[in-house]
């Protein structure tokens, strides 16, 4: 497995989609923490929600992109279908893939948030709590997309449908579904209200990473007064940990998936 996270790595932090990314992401974050330094102190605010979109925003696009074009990339060429030849389960494969792919988008969010830091405190700032956890979530952002994106590499034929298929979900993930949830909002009946609120929030992580990130602040307030027992929950332990459930079922599932995958394609390799 060590070999494949590797490999993995090393091939995927050339890409020039990823130092694209590193430099624009940089960019961007320190602008907007430079602009705001000294008002990020913990509270959500109109800097830390702008820092959060922009890694709604961008994360899950270069997550999908990066991973599922290169996979995609190395089934066409032949070269996974060698490397399911080699004496290694399909189990350590698949892992070893998404660690490697991973390390890499990780390295890159820590330098973007790097960039930012130093332009946090360049401008007199320090950092607050909320640009930690903003991190994390990051973190824990990339991850879910990286799983989403193997395994669109995998059943995509070429990397044009793997493209397609990467800008299909991240449009419906981050710009459509917001909408289609808002609506559904309006017309059910306020008794379904929760419900369905909580269920957007199981079905598209970037709806449970922005919804996570608001509870971890201590500020659910921003949900309204119809959602404030469901917002004290949601920032207790018992929330949080639900919160932290789902997140790993977004990562299993897919792995598992690739993982079936691969033991398929191992059996005609």
Request: charged share 10%; hydrophobic share 60%; glycine share 6%.
């Amino acid at each position: 497995m060590n070999t494949a996270i590797k490999y993995q790595w090393m091939m995927m932090i050339r890409s020039k989609w990823l130092i694209t990314f590193a430099v624009l992401f940089a960019v961007l974050s320190s602008t907007v923490i430079a602009s705001s330094g000294h008002e990020a102190s913990g509270v959500f605010t109109r800097s830390t929600a702008a820092l959060l979109n922009l890694s709604l925003l961008l994360v899950p696009l270069v997550a999908l992109l990066a991973g599922s074009l290169f996979i995609a990339g190395e089934k066409e060429d032949g070269r996974l279908s060698l490397i399911l030849t080699y004496p290694v389960s399909t189990h350590s494969l698949t892992l070893g893939l998404y660690v490697g792919s991973c390390i890499s988008l990780w390295t890159v969010v820590a330098l973007g948030y790097g960039s930012a830091s130093i332009a946090l405190f360049a401008t007199g700032g320090t950092w607050s709590t909320f640009v930690f956890l903003s991190f994390v979530f990051t973190i824990v952002l990339t991850s879910i997309f990286l799983a989403i994106a193997l395994f669109v590499g995998l059943v995509a034929s070429n990397r044009l449908q793997a493209l397609g298929i990467s800008l299909f979900i991240w449009a419906f993930s981050v710009l459509f579904y917001e909408f289609i949830v808002l609506f559904l909002l309006s017309v059910v009946p306020k008794q379904w209200t929760i419900f369905l609120f909580a269920l957007s929030i199981i079905l598209n992580p970037v709806e449970l990473v922005r919804v996570w990130t608001v509870a971890a602040l201590k500020s659910s307030a921003l949900f309204g007064p119809q959602l404030y027992e469901w917002s004290k929950w949601a920032e207790s332990a018992s929330g949080q940990l639900t919160f932290i459930a789902i997140a790993c079922i977004w990562i299993i599932v897919p792995l598992f998936l690739v993982n079936v995958w691969m033991k398929r394609g191992k059996r005609y390799a």
